[in-house]
């Protein structure tokens, strides 16, 4: 019964290689979001979707894109991975934002990406 | 622009020790504010939020009062556990900003026996 759910929580990979990491939401929410938290534990907005729509695309690199296939899921894949794309990613999600209500996220357990 | 800073960590107490955890925030308009905690290998949890101006917030002993005319929202408890040792987030979302949680740096508490 677990209310957002991600794999693998490790994840230990060479430079250059391709890697994807899933999140599932079982709350019925229609926004999900992924933070990327690093090693000084600084937590910082990628990207966002709202029903299965992209809404926040943070300066991140292109090599990072996420797919929402429906409004439970919304996967983070990364190619050609590099040394400081090590980190804890972590999945959220909340009721559909609006612009007048701030809504509580609920988040995932991460997923530590290890890259060497 | 939006930001969130948080007093430097950690922060070492005893148990039964008073807390306080200073965050302060710069923001246009009238944010939401939270306080998330992270315990060791955990993913963060929701600790309360406030919403407006002199709303407080409270759980589990916890509590923070969104103050506008300081812009803070500093968290406090009477007498820590060691079960509190955690990471502590201060964080907001402003409205129009897409629901993004902006946060503060985290500090990290640690409590002894």
């Known amino acids: 019964d677990t209310a957002v759910s991600q794999t693998p929580k490790y994840l230990v990979t060479q430079m250059g290689n391709d890697k994807s990491i899933k999140c599932e939401q079982n709350?019925?929410?229609?926004?999900m979001y992924w933070y990327k938290q690093d090693s000084k534990k600084f937590l910082k907005i990628m990207f966002s979707?709202?029903?299965?729509?992209?809404?926040i695309n943070e300066t991140v690199p292109n090599r990072f894109s996420p797919k929402s296939p429906d409004k439970a899921h919304l996967n983070l894949h990364i190619n050609s991975l590099e040394l400081g794309d090590s980190a804890v990613y972590f999945c959220?999600?909340?009721?559909?934002?609006?612009?007048?209500?701030?809504?509580?996220?609920?988040f995932g357990p991460g997923t530590r990406l290890t890259v060497t | 622009g939006n930001s969130v800073t948080q007093m430097e960590g950690p922060v070492t107490l005893s148990e039964e020790a008073f807390l306080t955890i200073n965050c302060t925030y710069t923001?246009?308009?009238?944010?939401?504010l939270f306080w998330y905690v992270q315990y060791p290998g955990e993913g963060l949890q929701l600790l309360l939020k406030?919403?407006?101006?002199?709303d407080k917030g409270s759980n589990k002993g916890f509590e923070a009062t969104y103050r506008k005319e300081t812009t803070s929202f500093h968290l406090e408890k009477g007498s820590v556990q060691v079960s509190d040792s955690a990471v502590y987030f201060c964080?907001?979302?402003?409205?129009?900003?897409?629901?993004?949680?902006?946060f503060g740096q985290g500090t990290t508490l640690q409590v002894k026996p």
């Open positions: 964080a907001l979302i402003n409205y129009g900003n897409t629901g993004k949680l902006i």
């Open positions: 709350l019925g929410h229609d926004t």
């Open positions: 406030a919403t407006k101006a002199d």
């Open positions: 959220a999600s909340s009721q559909r934002w609006d612009s007048g209500t701030a809504y509580e996220q609920y």
């Open positions: 923001a246009t308009g009238y944010p939401s």
């Open positions: 979707y709202n029903n299965k729509e992209l809404i």
